[in-house]
């Protein structure tokens, strides 16, 4: 059986650009997408804080060091400049495989500066 498990989060990265008329996707700063494991043309997930927009894409990337968080074509209608997303890919992997398995999340501040990074998400409480 192969399982769908979260591989990698940039979390609360912020849109830096929106450029509708760009021929697709989302561009992110290359050092993000490295710390990551976010790989160039992958497919991503974003989910929009600020809206609730939820869409598929895929990265390309932004110069390294940049900060750079760029939605681009028709997705550049989900988001605008300041929006807090989370974007988020995800792998397929056997049962054991996903035992061992641990994600890359990446925290980010409103300037997309790297605050932490870490493997696991804190049991949520009531």
Not at 12 to 31: F, K, N, P
Not at 70 to 82: D, Q, R, T, Y
Request: proline share 2%; net charge negative.
């Amino acid at each position: 059986m192969q399982l769908t498990l979260l591989k990698c989060k940039l979390h609360q990265a912020r849109v830096t650009h929106a450029e509708l008329e760009y021929e697709g996707s989302c561009a992110i700063d290359e050092t993000l997408m490295e710390t990551a494991g976010i790989r160039e043309y992958e497919q991503i997930h974003i989910y929009n804080l600020a809206n609730g927009e939820r869409f598929t894409t895929y990265a390309i990337r932004a110069e390294a060091g940049s900060r750079v968080i760029s939605v681009n074509g028709a997705a550049a209608h989900k988001a605008s400049p300041g929006d807090r997303l989370i974007i988020c890919t995800y792998a397929a992997m056997s049962e054991a495989e996903a035992d061992a398995f641990e994600p890359n999340l990446v925290y980010l501040d409103e300037r997309n500066r790297i605050l932490r990074t870490g493997c696991r998400i804190p049991a949520q409480a009531a």
